[in-house]
């Protein structure tokens, strides 16, 4: 929606002003508390400094720094096929110019976020625990509503406006801090005049309100236009999903999250998908929570049932919310008829807890470079990036297992260059050793060669046998 794209634009450069006001002003009357008549102008050239620095590594640095302090680590498609399948088809369906950085997050708590500048350098993260405890369909609905933000031009403004706002609280935070641990007014009635002592003190409680005042409507005024973006995200990924019962689930299985995510903080709260701050159990007030109320969003993508276009989602919204118009007029005027679509067949199989449990930690040991090698007795044995010996000895069988270099790579799928002769001798033995898989029904499976490279297979799949692109080594299906 060009309508929607230019609004969020024209608001992101709005709220940006705002904030900076909000930061001058703060800078000027700290300044002048501080040092006197002259003092208010050394303060708000040193907040204007401060305004244009850290909008400055915003807009170049900002999404490497979120992504750093989530501990998000980049990841390839062996480490998660399915995921990178499900983020490549939403790109197809939102007409992104290039495909989304992939970062995988090694925490229980089940959240996503999505950062990046422009459509062109963008990136989605997920945690382990949202990819183990979601199926295909609802992890298409979380994935289609962070890539919404990139299309409605959503993390520029996040990004943006969460900087902004940790500097006001900052300098609010330090001026404070100073106040109470210096005695307030006294060290300056000490050194200056009557009349002047009186306009000095006039500006220290004038800046000690404006200290709590400041941080307080900065995030007021950002929560409320981060709230209705997570509206316009959830509309505009059941348009792309064609399925809003995917992500009602999946906002239902992240509500019932018992984890608070120990890498979240306020600065970067509002970037994810459900506030990450909230562990169960715990009720956060409307005006201060950076998400609207989880059952609300789901009850309105619940009462969608004619369509899955914007007009049917802001009919729904009315019908929850009352009269409200979330969506812009253009993509209201927009009546093309686009049907909701069926759950596929890989969203109806479920899994046990203990294998949910350890899938979630295989995962989160394959996004820590772990290397998975599987003995001949079927025990999958998981050696640490670190691991330095060429042989290691199965627990279970005792046999003796070889330790090949390409894995010591940590599926990252490069022979290395290494010992080579010995290298190729045993990728030889490799291809002439074959593996059978043993397929339990025709929906999409996801199993591992016995090198450790993820393998998926899609309904469609019909074929006897396939080569592991890594290994080299035979892998034959049998069953249904």
């Known amino acids: 929606m060009w309508e929607l794209i230019r609004a969020n634009k024209r608001k992101s450069l709005f709220l940006f002003f705002v904030m900076g006001?909000?930061?001058?002003?703060?800078?000027?009357?700290?300044?002048?508390?501080?040092?006197?008549?002259?003092?208010?102008?050394?303060?708000?050239?040193?907040?204007?400094?401060?305004?244009?620095?850290?909008?400055?590594?915003?807009?170049?640095?900002?999404?490497?720094?979120?992504?750093?302090?989530?501990?998000?680590k980049k990841v390839s498609y062996n480490v998660h096929p399915q995921l990178f399948n499900v983020v490549e088809e939403?790109?197809?369906?939102?007409?992104?110019?290039?495909?989304?950085?992939?970062?995988?997050?090694?925490?229980?708590?089940?959240?996503?976020?999505?950062?990046?500048?422009?459509?062109?350098?963008?990136?989605?993260?997920?945690?382990?625990?949202?990819?183990?405890?979601?199926?295909?369909?609802?992890?298409?609905?979380?994935?289609?509503?962070?890539?919404?933000?990139?299309?409605?031009?959503?993390?520029?403004?996040?990004?943006?406006?969460?900087?902004?706002?940790?500097?006001?609280?900052?300098?609010?935070?330090?001026?404070?801090?100073?106040?109470?641990?210096?005695?307030?007014?006294?060290?300056?009635?000490?050194k200056s005049s009557k009349g002047g002592g009186q306009l000095q003190l006039i500006l220290i409680v004038v800046a000690l309100i404006m200290a709590i005042l400041a941080p307080l409507m900065a995030r007021l005024l950002y929560l409320a236009i981060s709230r209705k973006r997570e509206y316009l995200a959830d509309a505009?990924?059941?348009?792309?999903?064609?399925?809003?019962?995917?992500?009602?689930?999946?906002?239902?299985?992240?509500?019932?999250?018992?984890?608070?995510?120990?890498?979240?903080?306020?600065?970067?709260?509002a970037l994810y998908i459900a506030n990450p701050l909230k562990p169960k159990g715990m009720k956060l007030s409307n005006l201060t929570s950076t998400h609207p109320p989880m059952d609300e969003r789901i009850r309105i993508l619940r009462n969608i049932s004619h369509g899955a276009n914007f007009i049917d989602y802001q009919n729904a919204f009315t019908s929850i919310k009352g009269k409200q118009n979330i969506i812009p007029s253009s993509g209201i005027r927009e009546r093309k008829k686009i049907n909701i679509r069926t759950s596929?067949?890989?969203?109806?199989?479920?899994?046990?807890?203990?294998?949910?449990?350890?899938?979630?930690?295989?995962?989160?040991?394959?996004?820590?470079?772990?290397?998975?090698?599987?003995?001949?007795?079927?025990?999958?044995?998981?050696?640490?990036?670190?691991?330095?010996?060429?042989?290691?000895?199965?627990?279970?069988c005792g046999r003796e297992n070889h330790v090949p270099i390409a894995e010591l790579a940590a599926m990252s799928g490069m022979i290395a260059i290494d010992e080579k002769n010995d290298s190729i001798q045993n990728n030889e033995q490799v291809k002439q050793d074959s593996f059978v898989y043993n397929r339990t029904g025709k929906g999409w499976e996801t199993f591992s060669c016995r090198c450790g490279s993820p393998k998926q297979l899609s309904p469609a799949?019909?074929?006897?046998?396939?080569?592991?692109?890594?290994?080299?080594?035979?892998?034959?299906?049998?069953?249904?």
């Not at 110019?97 to 708590?109: H, K, L, R, S």
């Not at 979630?360 to 330095?388: E, I, Q, T």
């Open 236 to 269: 505009s990924a059941v348009r792309l999903t064609r399925y809003p019962e995917g992500l009602a689930c999946a906002l239902e299985k992240i509500s019932l999250n018992n984890y608070e995510m120990k890498t979240a903080n306020k600065a970067t709260a």
């Open 344 to 396: 596929t067949a890989a969203s109806t199989q479920t899994k046990s807890t203990k294998k949910s449990t350890r899938d979630l930690g295989d995962l989160m040991r394959a996004v820590n470079k772990y290397m998975f090698l599987s003995c001949a007795c079927g025990l999958k044995m998981k050696l640490p990036p670190n691991f330095k010996k060429d042989k290691i000895s199965c627990p279970r």
């Open 90 to 190: 939403m790109k197809l369906a939102a007409n992104l110019p290039v495909m989304p950085d992939i970062y995988i997050i090694p925490e229980e708590a089940p959240n996503a976020f999505a950062v990046g500048k422009k459509p062109e350098y963008c990136a989605i993260a997920v945690t382990a625990g949202l990819l183990e405890r979601l199926n295909r369909d609802e992890l298409q609905g979380v994935i289609a509503h962070e890539m919404s933000h990139i299309l409605n031009r959503d993390v520029l403004f996040m990004t943006f406006s969460g900087v902004l706002l940790g500097s006001i609280v900052f300098l609010s935070h330090v001026f404070l801090r100073s106040m109470w641990f210096s005695g307030g007014g006294s060290r300056f009635r000490s």
């Open 461 to 480: 799949f019909n074929k006897a046998s396939f080569v592991c692109n890594k290994c080299g080594r035979k892998i034959e299906i049998k069953g249904p």
């Open 21 to 72: 006001i909000c930061l001058l002003v703060l800078g000027f009357f700290i300044g002048g508390a501080y040092a006197g008549d002259d003092g208010g102008f050394i303060g708000l050239f040193v907040a204007f400094g401060i305004w244009i620095l850290m909008s400055m590594i915003s807009y170049f640095r900002g999404d490497s720094i979120i992504l750093m302090m989530s501990r998000a």
